[in-house]
């Protein structure tokens, strides 16, 4: 097999949404390394799962000799890791996780990039990338009039999850640097759109709402988040992999700053309109606020002039556009979400919103 790339995570909400891009757009082969955790699901690749162009494996990124073996086998040009514990409130209650994963488990990746990139002709070695998906949240939180975040922000995780992201950028930054390793570092906004797992503010929102549930909102709902339809997102990252320069960092986001209360609300209009309340009264009458999470970060937002100016790229999507797309697909997909739900589900919600 030609023109192979890894992808890391590839079963959870964006990679399952990049390896079915990638097949749409580039047409070549993808291998996907996911150890199917709680937040990864093969239903969301099930109309690529007969394909011979998608080659799954379950493993885990720390595991070398699984990450080897894919290597010798099929000797890709590129890497791209999405895997990740990846749910801040999870990261609260429990941050083990987080570390195992997001920080040893790309640190063992990144070993067995090297040793197999060590060992490429000098025109491969040249050609070969790793490509870390990484976040916003890295940054930490902004003030009301602070300009949005650059590359050149400073780190200052504020959540176990951020400062597990953290740490791993500077593991790959150091191994650019150290071993000259071709590395790129993306740093996106919060994502949106279809296969999301119902325990992120959007999807969690509009499968609540549905089952006319409450909708919890943390605190006084004014948080500020800067939202990215996904698939602009998988976007970018194919972009940055074919166009960006080794070590360097670019910022991804949407150029879309909302308030949670803002988005609750919107959800909430579309739904109205799409599938009223049997009663005939809105969903807005289910919104509660609720205990705030602990170190609520307050506002991100992304600068993505760079990626922009230097790659071509921009986000397609409006937030008008993608939130309709969503809230339809979630209407349409309540079979997806049951099965997701498992037990484990279930008693994560009990944690995190029974003392609420
Ligand atoms: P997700 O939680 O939906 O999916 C993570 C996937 O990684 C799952 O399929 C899981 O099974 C897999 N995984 C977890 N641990 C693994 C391990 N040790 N080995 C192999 N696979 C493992 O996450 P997501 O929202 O799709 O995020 C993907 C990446 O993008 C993460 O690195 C996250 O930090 C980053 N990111 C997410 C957002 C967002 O808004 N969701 C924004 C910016 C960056
Ligand atoms: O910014 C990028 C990050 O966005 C990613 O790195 C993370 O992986 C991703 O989970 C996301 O982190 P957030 O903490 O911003 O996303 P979450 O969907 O958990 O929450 C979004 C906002 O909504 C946040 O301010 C908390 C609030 N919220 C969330 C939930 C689940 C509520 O008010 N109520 C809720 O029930």
Redesign the pocket.
Known sequence: MEDVIVVTGGAGFIGANFVLSWLEEEGRAIVNLDKLTYAGNLRSLEQVMSDERHIFIRGDIGDRACVEGIFRMYRPWAVVNFA?E????RSIHGPRDFIETNVLGTFELLECVRAYWTELSSDEKRRFRFLHVS???VYGSLHPNDPPFSEESRYQPNSP??AS?AASDHLVRAYGHTYGLPVLTTN????YGPLQFP????P??IVNALELKEL????D?Q?I??WLYVRDHCAAIRMVLRGGRPSEVYNIGGWNEMK?LD??ERICGLLDEMKPRADGKSYREQIRF?KD?PG??RR?AINASKIQREIGWKPKETFESGLRKTVEWYLNNMEWVNEVRTGAYRDWIEK??GSR
């Open positions: 990740a990846s749910h801040v409130d976040t916003d949240e999850y951020s992201k996106c906004s919060n994502n325990e992120k503010l959007i969690l929102m919890p909102v943390y605190g709902g948080q988040r800067d949670n988005v609750v609720v999470r609520h970060d991100y995190n919103y």
